[in-house]
């Protein structure tokens, strides 16, 4: 007479695990969406960074060939929010950045992306909540409040 032995896992056994995986997940999760949310504001200020630093370089390249037109009244065309420069004396309309930076109608967002308004404004909707409007002054793209949270978030 054989007797069978089965192994298999207890009710309790189970329990513990799903009770383990709900724990982490619930730890997890909300840690994911936070990192996002980072990764979306480190990517802005990467942005402006780049722009800025497009406006002071072809300031100088227009400078140095001796061609004093303002390179800037506003940086977007279509569907970009950071499209191409003014012309130059020859008109030629250089990128302002490699890859142009789609506006919120655009890409479908409405958070964690930027758009354009009037005179013109470039607002930065963040992911959560608020929002920064820049604008551009003396060659400069500068955020219209200094004194901002959400601002001195974005210009550190």
């Excluded at 309309?93 to 964690?112: D, H, L």
Aim: net charge positive; hydrophobic share 40%.
């Amino acid at each position: 007479m054989q007797v069978s032995s089965k192994k298999a896992f207890t009710m309790l056994e189970l329990i513990f695990v799903i009770v383990v995986i709900g724990i982490l997940s619930a730890i997890a999760i909300p840690k994911f969406a936070a990192t996002r949310d980072d990764a979306t504001i480190t990517k802005a200020i990467a942005t402006i960074g780049s722009v800025r630093s497009a406006i002071a370089t072809e300031r100088q390249k227009r400078i140095l060939r001796g061609d004093f037109t303002n390179p800037i009244t506003s940086l977007h065309s279509g569907s970009n929010a950071f499209d191409i420069f003014n012309a130059d004396a020859d008109g030629n309309t250089p990128k302002v950045v490699e890859y142009p930076i789609p506006t919120c109608t655009t890409s479908g967002k409405t958070r964690g992306c930027w758009s354009v308004g009037a005179g013109p404004t470039y607002t930065y909707n963040l992911p959560v909540s608020g929002s920064v409007d820049f604008n551009i002054s003396n060659s400069r793209f500068e955020c219209t409040n200094p004194s901002d949270a959400n601002c001195r978030l974005l210009t550190p």
